[in-house]
């Protein structure tokens, strides 16, 4: 049984520009989540996917945006990058219904690096 | 809001030696959970220990236990005879109980280096 999978690993983009982060959940998962990790920091939650709506978001600017599609994978797109956005971004899934979420399993990340 | 605090941003161990890791969290909810995730290289977070807040037993995994001080909003975690293997980043995380998926709130972590 295959994990929750992220691609890519490693990006590197150039600030202004525009990317996609994909996330693959565990299989019988149907709950998407996002954190983005900086350096030397504990992740940030940035939103969650559940039935293809985004149903929580933290603190983060409308830059960032999602995705899920129906077979619930999930996609993370970043807007007009900025040097600050530097940072590993985790993916991370969950079965909804009753008080499940504490069961969360995450993917490897992708490293982002904007130059 | 939720604050986790971490204050020990490094620590080392020899090997077979016990560490204990501190965690202190700010919260005004009365029903929640507390979780210590492991970081290693691989950059995946892999789930160490969980906790119910209405639980007054501390609990274990095998190597692993915490202390948990509800009243003290102290949550610490305790790893004996530590292993090679053992060599991580270490981060506490909160989470709201309730119905529904709510959001963790991490720690800035504790990186723990076991010495042979």
């Known amino acids: 049984d295959a994990g929750v999978t992220q691609s890519p690993t490693h990006l590197i983009k150039t600030r202004g520009q525009q990317v996609t982060l994909r996330c693959s959940p565990k299989?019988?998962?149907?709950?998407v989540s996002w954190y983005q990790q900086a350096l030397g920091q504990g992740p940030q939650f940035i939103f969650q996917?559940?039935?293809?709506?985004?149903?929580q978001r933290g603190n983060f600017p409308d830059r960032f945006s999602g995705h899920q599609f129906p077979n619930y994978s999930s996609e993370l797109n970043v807007n007009a990058l900025l040097l600050g956005d530097s940072a590993l971004y985790l993916c991370?899934?969950?079965?909804?219904?009753?008080?499940?979420?504490?069961?969360?399993?995450f993917g490897s990340g992708t490293q982002l690096s904007v130059l | 809001a939720q604050t986790v605090t971490q204050s020990q941003p490094e620590m080392s161990v020899q090997e077979a030696e016990t560490v204990t890791l501190s965690c202190t969290y700010d919260t005004s909810e009365n029903n929640y959970y507390l979780f210590w995730y492991k970081q290693p290289p691989s950059r995946q977070m892999i789930l160490v220990i969980r906790?119910?807040?209405?639980?007054?037993q501390n609990a274990t995994e095998n190597r692993f236990s915490v202390n948990f001080q509800k009243a003290a909003k102290s949550f610490s975690l305790k790893i004996s005879d530590s292993q090679l293997g053992d060599t991580a980043m270490y981060f506490c995380?909160?989470?709201?109980?309730?119905?529904?998926?709510?959001?963790?709130?991490f720690g800035k972590g504790t990186r723990l280096s076991v010495i042979a």
């Open positions: 299989s019988g998962h149907d709950t």
């Open positions: 906790q119910e807040a209405y639980k007054q």
């Open positions: 996917y559940y039935e293809e709506e985004e149903r």
């Open positions: 991370a899934s969950s079965l909804s219904g009753g008080f499940t979420n504490e069961k969360l399993f």
């Open positions: 995380a909160f989470m709201k109980r309730d119905s529904g998926n709510t959001p963790l709130v």
